[in-house]
């Protein structure tokens, strides 16, 4: 029994009874409070609507005494949220609640019980909406919504009641509401043929004439056509209108197909269209349409065959089943031959069908008017098939299946759009073990292979099911290997030409365009998973404003199907077919050169992507035309092409290396790396280079051997497969000298340096670099230039040469803006920071590494900002700041894992130790340090190794183990000594001088607190 009532005077029930809100502003908040009912209403908004734009000064105190005295009044249910309250009732406790549900009700019953739903729906009412409540803009809009409601819910009792056969009993009550709503269509009606069959015919027509004056003067329209339809048939005394029982009402058609046998899965498309009955929220007098459209196939048919049958009970009224054939190979059917049928199954005799299509739609919705029937139109091409089959009356349900996505029916009509596509994978084996029956378990552990075959259609299914059944000894993987030959050969039955999944498939086709079948077929060549408008286009050799009419008839038809915005692909089984019927079709001069603007599509792409986020990456030039591809507007937008196509852009180096062109393979490999290195997608670099590496020794271009051979030999460093990456550096340096290409034997030597410097043995770096820059002098390579200054920097910052290495990466930087390289920048910045911090400056070195973190941030650029984010975390921490040098440690910890990458991963555990040693944190430190150690001995770098070991000596000193602590300082002493790491080694001389001191050996102690001070100076220039 409700406790709150909307439905007239705004009142609150307690136990004495019934009580209304006395003050006009509480009275309001209680309102807009029950009409927001479960949902957080703000201070702010009650503000607004009490006072608008000029509220006064004590407005929220206000309203806040206004509630507490109404949760006085009422109680527990109204409850103060973080910005606002919330009044908490149930279901049954708002009388406008109960009336919603009560006449949604009412729409599934039959006649008698319905009437009795929605009489008692409007017995709650007592007087207008929300009567005694100040107008705001919530109120006014619920009492408009909520009239329009009652006036819904009468208009529906009138429809009950002339189908139960109360007209004398209706017809006063008909008259006050239409003298109320004089212009209010269906209530006119009801009252016309109220009269009309109370034998009132002459009243029944004044009422028309009155009608159409009042509409005529007032809005200068005449009424519409189904009033004007009811009208005439007054005039003409339609035997039709004589009684609800006449033969028309008479006629209960029960016309839908058979029930489908082994119907599984489709959970949630059955809960959808369960929802269409009864729906609260629903609009009022609004026929429930619904669109299920998909591609061949799919089971759109059996989808609304199970669900009519399982409903049929709810539509008291009959069931209305037609194939329209909008995809057979006859002609498709005419919305009259439809209309005809349906008049005639619901009682019209075939001599007073009408010829004429709209005056036979207006008799098919006379005759529905009242009546609660389900509408199947089956096999619809066009929303012109289906319109004027569309009821009039809201008891009516239509389902409409089509290959197409009728997007006009839902746009013009008001249809809900629900896609079928195929079954996953535990409905398909579903399926299938229900097809095959108990003769097949011992195979059972084949069902899933033929399932993915069959790629979870339901016809290509229940075809396979059939052909093992009428085969009972053939062995499942015998027909299995069949399928993986050709899987549209053998998904037919025999002797059945049409019972095919091709045959579905050319139904669909035979309703395209040319335009449309010709790039239909081309999209059978795409090697990747998806595709966007532009590679279509490409594709077709077409623009795209060309291209993109012909998709959107694609994706119309269900031919391929747009699954996320701006990417398009087809079905397993569609793209087979597409590819059969280019190869068919289309000569093979033609198919290649379809293809080959594909892959120059995607290889410009990934070049101007290329040019924007790594211009300093040594690359050879691309062999195809400007503007054969997508141009980026930024470096973001770069990055998000490249991300987005990956999958496409690995399918055409895969089908290059496989078939050719194999310059395209071998230019998108060496274009990618870049790419493949700033996002630390090492497996997929892997498999680039490889890749790569086989295109071009297929098509004997030495520089391109060359530049496969350095990507190798970059992924080896990137991993910590040192031993490899020198091998293969070498390799790539020979092969650049027989190449004649200078810029890539410097970025071999100076690359080579990289992996001795990780490894420790910075004299050899450095050597590296310097001979590096030696050659790029005589080349004039800037970004090999700025390459070659940025590592030296790093070389001389190890080596405690700081001044020097303020020098050199001050140039580095200046060189990567002036070519656009922000990642280039970003890695100068991080080297800067660094440098800084060794200098004192911690606060400029803060900024510096925080700016590199942004820029590698803006571009996507991973690498970079993971060294960003481990030197900010040092700088922190050599600030105190171990918090947040353990939070920045944490992220870059999680990225290298991500990648996989070791030597940012031990780097990262380091650091963390240390962070946790400053917060006071032993046993977690102590474990940090053990990782960290473990990690850098599996990425074979000395460096790393003797950071973890001082790590672990300073967590042991803290933990009052200063033996311990001296043997692993030590230890990283004698490495940081062996590869020249000065900065280190001074840093490890003052953490043994603490120990020795802790020991009580104080000469020892003041020798390495002299060794320090040495090292330091000599470095500070």
């Not at 040594?618 to 196509?645: C, M, Y």
């Not at 530049?707 to 991993?719: E, N, P, Q």
């Not at 080579?752 to 390579?781: F, K, N, P, S």
Request: net charge neutral; with cysteine; proline share 6%.
């Amino acid at each position: 029994m409700a406790r709150f009532r909307l439905l007239g005077p705004v009142r609150y029930r307690t136990a004495a009874g019934w009580s209304g809100v006395r003050a006009a502003q509480p009275r309001a908040v209680l309102a807009l409070l029950l009409v927001e009912a479960g949902r957080t209403v703000s201070v702010d908004r009650l503000v607004d609507e009490l006072w608008g734009d000029r509220p006064p000064r004590t407005a929220r105190n206000t309203v806040q005494g206004y509630v507490m005295r109404l949760r006085r009044a009422v109680g527990g249910p109204l409850l103060t949220r973080e910005r606002g309250y919330e009044l908490v009732i149930g279901d049954d406790d708002l009388d406008s609640a109960v009336f919603e549900r009560l006449t949604a009700g009412s729409r599934t019953r039959a006649a008698p019980e319905a009437l009795a739903e929605v009489e008692r729906a409007l017995t709650l009412w007592d007087g207008p909406a929300l009567a005694d409540v100040p107008p705001t803009p919530t109120v006014t809009a619920e009492a408009a919504r909520l009239e329009q409601r009652r006036l819904a819910a009468l208009e529906h009792r009138c429809r009950l009641q002339l189908r139960l056969g109360q007209h004398a009993e209706i017809v006063h009550d008909l008259a006050s509401l239409v003298a109320e709503h004089p212009l209010r269509e269906e209530l006119r009606a009801g009252l016309m043929l109220a009269l009309y069959r109370s034998g009132r015919r002459a009243d029944a027509l004044a009422s028309y004439r009155q009608c159409h004056e009042l509409m005529t003067a007032e809005l200068g329209i005449e009424p519409g056509p189904d009033l004007r339809e009811l009208h005439r048939a007054i005039l003409a005394d339609d035997p039709g209108l004589r009684s609800a029982e006449g033969a028309a009402a008479a006629a209960v058609p029960a016309q839908l197909p058979a029930a489908v046998p082994g119907f599984t899965g489709r959970r949630d498309h059955l809960r959808r269209l369960d929802s269409l009955l009864g729906a609260p929220g629903a609009e009022p007098g609004a026929v429930a349409v619904v669109a299920v459209t998909g591609p061949p196939g799919v089971g759109k048919t059996a989808l609304v065959t199970h669900w009519a049958h399982r409903v049929r009970d709810r539509f008291p009224d009959g069931q209305l089943h037609l194939d329209l054939r909008g995809y057979a190979s006859d002609p498709p059917g005419r919305p009259i031959d439809a209309l005809t049928q349906f008049l005639i199954a619901l009682g019209t005799p075939a001599d007073q069908v009408p010829t004429d299509v709209d005056a036979a739609a207006r008799l098919y919705r006379s005759r529905l008017a009242g009546r609660r029937v389900l509408v199947v139109l089956d096999n619809a091409n066009h929303p012109d098939q289906v319109r004027p089959l569309l009821p009039g009356d809201p008891g009516c349900v239509v389902l409409v299946t089509s290959r197409d996505q009728l997007t006009g029916l839902v746009a013009r009509d008001g249809a809900l759009g629900h896609r079928l596509g195929v079954l996953a994978a535990d409905e398909a084996r579903t399926l299938l073990e229900g097809l095959l029956g108990p003769a097949r378990d011992a195979e059972a552990r084949h069902l899933d292979r033929l399932a993915e075959l069959c790629g979870g259609l339901p016809l290509a299914l229940r075809i396979a099911a059939a052909n093992l059944t009428g085969n009972p000894h053939r062995p499942i993987t015998a027909y299995l290997d069949r399928l993986a030959e050709d899987r549209l050969a053998h998904l037919a039955v025999d002797g059945d030409p049409q019972t095919t999944v091709r045959a579905a498939f050319d139904l669909s086709y035979a309703a395209l365009t040319p335009a449309a079948r010709r790039l239909f077929r081309l999209l059978g060549l795409v090697p990747g998973p998806d595709i966007d408008a532009g590679a279509a286009a490409a594709l077709a050799g077409a623009p795209p404003a060309r291209a993109g009419p012909l998709l959107d008839e694609l994706c119309r038809a269900h031919l391929i199907e747009e699954y996320r915005a701006g990417r398009l692909r087809l079905h397993d089984l569609l793209r087979d077919y597409a590819e059969d019927r280019c190869r068919q079709q289309d000569p093979a001069p033609r198919r290649a050169a379809a293809q080959r603007r594909l892959y120059d599509y995607y290889l410009a792409g990934a070049d101007a992507a290329a040019r924007l986020l790594y211009p300093d990456k040594l690359r050879l030039p691309v062999p195809v035309a400007a503007g054969a591809g997508p141009v980026p507007d930024d470096p973001a937008a770069a990055l998000a092409w490249l991300d987005r196509e990956r999958p496409n852009l690995f399918a055409v180096l895969r089908a290059a290396a496989a078939s050719g062109p194999a310059a395209v393979g071998w230019s998108l490999a060496d274009t990618l790396r870049g790419y493949l290195d700033i996002r630390l997608r090492f497996a997929d670099w892997q498999t680039a280079t490889e890749l790569g590496y086989a295109c071009a020794v297929a098509d004997d271009v030495p520089a391109a051997r060359a530049a496969a051979r350095l990507s190798l030999a970059a992924l080896h460093w990137k991993v910590g497969r040192y031993r490899d990456a020198l091998a293969t550096y070498a390799e790539a340096s020979e092969l650049c000298d027989r190449a004649g290409w200078p810029d890539g034997a410097a970025a071999a030597t100076g690359n080579l340096g990289l992996v001795h410097q990780e490894l420790g043995y910075l004299e050899r770096a450095a050597d590296c670099y310097v001979r590096a820059l030696r050659m790029i002098e005589h080349t004039g390579w800037r970004p090999g230039r700025a390459n070659g200054l940025g590592n030296l920097a790093e070389i001389y910052r190890r080596m405690g040469r700081l001044g020097e290495a303020v020098t050199a990466i001050r140039e580095a930087i200046a060189i990567y803006r002036s070519i656009g390289s922000r990642g280039g920048e970003a890695g100068g910045l991080v080297t800067l920071a660094r440098v800084r911090c060794d200098l004192g400056g911690h606060r400029l070195a803060l900024l510096l590494a925080g700016r590199a973190a942004a820029l590698a941030r803006g571009i996507g650029d991973q690498r970079h900002e993971l060294e960003a984010l481990h030197t900010l975390a040092t700088v922190h921490r050599s600030g105190g700041g171990h918090a947040e040098a353990a939070r920045l440690h944490g992220q870059a910890l999680e990225l290298a894992r991500a990648a996989d990458s070791r030597y940012p991963q031990a780097q990262a555990l380091t650091g963390l130790a240390l962070a946790a040693d400053g917060l006071a944190d032993p046993e977690r430190a102590a474990g940090y340090a053990r990782d960290a150690l473990r990690v850098a001995r599996q990425a074979d770098s000395v460096v790393l190794e003797c950071e973890a070991l001082a790590a672990a000596a300073v967590i042991q000193l803290g933990q009052r183990r200063p033996e311990r602590a001296l043997g692993y300082a030590a230890q990283a002493l004698r490495g940081f000594q062996r590869t020249g790491q000065r900065v280190a080694e001074a840093q490890t001389h003052r953490l043994l001088e603490r120990i020795l001191r802790e020991l009580g050996l104080d000469r020892q102690a003041e020798a390495h607190h002299t060794r320090a001070v040495r090292l330091t100076s000599s470095g500070s220039g």
